[in-house]
């Protein structure tokens, strides 16, 4: 398949808002790609290059050269050539490693026609927003392939992503789904939780229920089969050697095919409060002296899911039976506590409820969970059967600009424009804010975001839409200023969240609905 058609159904996807418009566009390309071709399809429509970052900022990306001019006797740039010669930049290293990616660049797009330019302009600042994300996506994959979207869906919640899902039903139709099963070893995506004012709420809505600590702690999955234990984050990296209490705690169970889901944490030893998240954060995230980071901040991993155990995927079993199976599994410290709710019309049980909340937050952890009992493990979606409650509202937005420091801040980016999911994929600005930041999350986010940045006006440094940032707020108010129309009363920071992908981010429909 040639780049311009790729081009061509980008900018006809992104100037349309109907959603079964986008996703027939959608289903029409994938119905002419070859089947091999459908992973870069889904990738370069998504905004993502498979080979991830490669090392090519705007300062590179500025100085293109002029397109090539369309001809009948000109094939045109291939899928499989772009894709080969992003893997060629993405290679490029060491002395003079700027001036081949340089001659690299303009090579490409020296082959490229105005409308490829502009595609890979885009691909490479991370500016393709048009909508056109894995949920689209996989509608319109499941369209193509003629088979049920939730059963496409399903399978890319086991399998980990769209791409390899996509290219088995587009070639092998509905039983190219048969393989993609829970395996043990393999990450799945984990389960999320919608939001409830209160305990009573979330309890009135779900009926028997389980009512858990939320630890404000770094998520991760771990897998057992044999002697080899893997550790994945939330997005399903592979952390296995930076954190050994983790693999230690696996090896002890007695069970060797297992897939545990929980966070680790940190606790003061005088005290048994939990350290704060961004301490957390930046010793997973400690890449050299694991063994010295872990001596000053050793972590705790406590678990609250088992989705498989002796080789046996528990993840359609009622969350009830999934509890039994994990204290059978595990000691009582490395369970997350837990209150048990059998009737939700007994005021004693409420009464219990909300107590436990209140001596969960006295302990510092941010809030409960509130777990439907006959519910199963919906890897990968936000569903309905978990309720999360904090004491105030907060959501997780995505830094969509950043502007220039002044005064004590001179020299550092502070104010951060902040955006939410729209339905089409995009993100819709709700507000600004550079409250909350202490001095050391300031000089974190201006190295991160000067990273991400794609243009710079000298005030202003618009960014990719990748940092994703939990705001706390009192409230909503209107706003003309915003194309929302609403915007975010007394925002501030509450902490960076780099384990979380944009694609997580709270949308605009779920934040307005919550008044």
Not at 27 to 43: D, K, M, Q, R, Y
Not at 66 to 71: F, G, L, Q, W
Not at 115 to 138: C, M, P, Y
Not at 336 to 350: G, H, M, N, Q, Y
Request: with cysteine; aromatic share 4%.
């Amino acid at each position: 398949m040639l780049l311009a058609r790729v081009a061509e159904v980008s900018r006809e996807v992104a100037a349309v808002s109907a959603r079964s418009r986008k996703i027939g566009l959608l289903a029409e390309l994938f119905a002419e790609a070859v089947p091999e071709e459908s992973p870069l399809v889904i990738a370069y429509l998504s905004g993502r290059l498979p080979q991830g970052r490669i090392g090519v900022g705007w300062s590179v990306l500025k100085n293109v050269v002029p397109p090539a001019v369309p001809s009948v006797d000109v094939p045109g740039l291939t899928l499989a050539g772009v894709d080969a010669a992003l893997s060629e930049l993405a290679a490029v290293s060491g002395a003079g490693a700027r001036a081949e990616r340089d001659r690299l660049v303009r090579g490409l797009f020296g082959a490229a026609t105005r409308e490829e330019q502009e595609l890979l302009l885009r691909l490479l600042s991370g500016e393709v927003r048009q909508g056109a994300l894995d949920a689209v996506a996989l509608e319109g994959v499941a369209k193509a392939a003629t088979v049920p979207a939730a059963e496409l869906r399903r399978a890319v919640m086991l399998e980990g992503s769209l791409p390899p899902v996509a290219q088995a039903v587009l070639a092998q139709g509905r039983t190219g789904l048969d393989r993609f099963t829970l395996r043990v070893g393999s990450p799945v995506q984990p389960m999320l939780a919608h939001t409830a004012a209160t305990v009573t709420e979330a309890i009135t809505a779900l009926g028997p229920c389980v009512v858990e600590e939320k630890l404000d702690g770094f998520r991760i999955q771990v897998h057992r089969l044999g002697d080899d234990v893997r550790v994945h984050t939330r997005s399903l990296d592979d952390i296995t050697g930076r954190l050994p209490e983790v693999v230690a705690v696996a090896r002890a169970v007695p069970s060797d095919a297992f897939i545990l889901d929980g966070e680790v944490i940190a606790l003061d030893p005088a005290t048994g409060r939990p350290a704060a998240f961004q301490s957390i954060a930046a010793r997973v995230g400690s890449r050299t002296d694991v063994a010295g980071a872990r001596a000053a901040l050793p972590l705790t991993p406590v678990f609250f899911d088992v989705l498989a155990a002796d080789g046996e995927s528990l993840i359609d079993r009622p969350g009830r039976d999934r509890h039994t199976v994990l204290t059978r599994l595990l000691p009582e410290p490395q369970c997350v506590r837990s209150l048990v709710v059998t009737d939700p019309a007994d005021p004693a049980e409420i009464e219990a409820a909300e107590r436990f909340f209140t001596e969960t937050l006295e302990r510092g952890h941010e809030g409960v969970l509130v777990k439907a009992l006959d519910a199963p493990y919906v890897a990968g979606r936000r569903g309905r059967t978990w309720l999360k409650v904090k004491p105030v509202h907060t959501v997780d937005l995505v830094v969509l600009a950043v502007e220039r420091g002044h005064g004590r801040r001179t020299g550092l980016l502070s104010n951060l424009h902040l955006g939410a999911r729209a339905d089409d994929g995009d993100f819709v600005m709700l507000g600004k804010t550079f409250k909350g930041l202490t001095d050391e999350m300031l000089r974190w986010q201006t190295e991160r975001l000067g990273e991400l940045a794609v243009a710079d006006d000298g005030f202003t440094v618009r960014v990719r839409p990748e940092l994703v940032v939990e705001i706390a707020y009192d409230g909503l108010q209107r706003s003309t200023r915003y194309p929302a129309g609403v915007t975010l009363r007394f925002a501030r920071v509450v902490r960076h969240r780099p384990d979380k992908p944009a694609s997580e981010a709270d949308t605009v429909e779920g934040i307005t609905g919550r008044g």
